[in-house]
């Protein structure tokens, strides 16, 4: 069973980025298998860790509902769509990849949902580590496509906006009663502030500050790989230590 890590957090903080470096860190770390998925329909996980991506399972999703005729006789709906979803992995150097994408088309979503769920258990089992970049909403998270995560890594700014919406994800997993091992929280952007006073009250365990990086700004505007980061810049060096202890799980 694989070790994972769903990142979720409100819109624009700093999810996929920090799901991108530490896919890289495990990656550099050799840690053993590893899948990112993004689950943001806005994806761009991908993107992110300079992944080609050609197809989605939303893509599959939507080609099988429109042509069912693809399906060869004698197989299965459900063998099939998990075949097709193993094929839209891309395989990168160190690393896999999948992207959820969405479903365009009408359909029967507790039909796909459960399609999900079942391909999802499949692929914990396939890989050591499994890092979801969640989309903002967590709308697939209500969806149930996951069931569980070893660990919820809660992404926010330094805002009592940004620590509410925190809060309130860490309600929402409970409210569907997604069973997380460890719930974590990341303070992205931090600048000079430190505002652990602040999150005394979540039930989040605050695990550290990654400050704002030029380094980042610079690849987010030329549309660049994080991959390309420099390992001196002061975010890589803060999610080495967060990556380690999330890793050991010592937190
Ligand atoms: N520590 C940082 N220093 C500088 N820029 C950052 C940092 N973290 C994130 N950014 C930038 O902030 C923007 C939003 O980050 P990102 O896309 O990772 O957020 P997100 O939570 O995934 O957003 P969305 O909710 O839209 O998926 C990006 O342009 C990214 O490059
Ligand atoms: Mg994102």
């Known amino acids: ?20 470096i530490l896919v890289r860190l495990l990656k550099e770390n050799k840690a053993g298998s590893i899948l990112a998925i993004d689950a943001d329909p806005n994806s761009n996980l991908a993107e992110a860790l300079g992944v080609k991506t050609e197809e989605t399972i939303g893509s599959i999703l939507d080609e099988i509902s429109s042509h069912p005729e693809i399906i060869p006789q004698g197989t299965p709906k459900d063998r099939f769509i998990e075949y097709r979803v193993q094929t839209a992995i891309s395989e990168a150097e160190g690393f ?34 499994i890092v979801i970049d969640n989309e903002a909403g967590l709308e ?40 997380t091992k460890n719930n974590l929280l990341i303070i992205n952007r931090s600048g000079k502030i430190t505002a652990e006073d602040k999150i005394k009250g979540l039930d989040l365990k605050f695990i550290g500050d990654v400050p704002l990086d030029k380094g980042i700004a610079k690849i987010s505007l030329n549309g660049n790989s994080l991959m390309k980061l420099s390992n001196d810049s002061p975010s890589i060096k803060m999610l080495k230590k967060i990556g380690d202890s999330i890793w050991q799980k010592k937190f």
Not at 5 to 18: F, L, P, Q, S, V
Not at 102 to 122: F, H, Q
Not at 160 to 177: C, D, F, N, P
């Open 140 to 179: 697939h998270l209500s969806r149930k496509t996951t069931r569980f995560a070893d660990t919820l890594l809660v992404v926010s700014d330094a805002t009592a906006v940004g620590l509410r919406a925190a809060a309130r994800i860490r309600e929402i997993v409970k409210e569907l009663k997604i069973n």
């Open 1 to 20: 069973m694989g070790y994972l890590i769903a990142i979720a957090g409100k819109g624009g903080t700093g999810k996929t980025t920090i799901a991108a």
């Open 96 to 129: 896999d990849c999948l992207t959820m994408g969405r479903p365009e088309g009408p359909g029967c979503y507790c039909y796909i949902n459960n399609a999900l769920r079942n391909i999802m258990s499949k692929l914990i089992k396939d890989y050591e580590y």
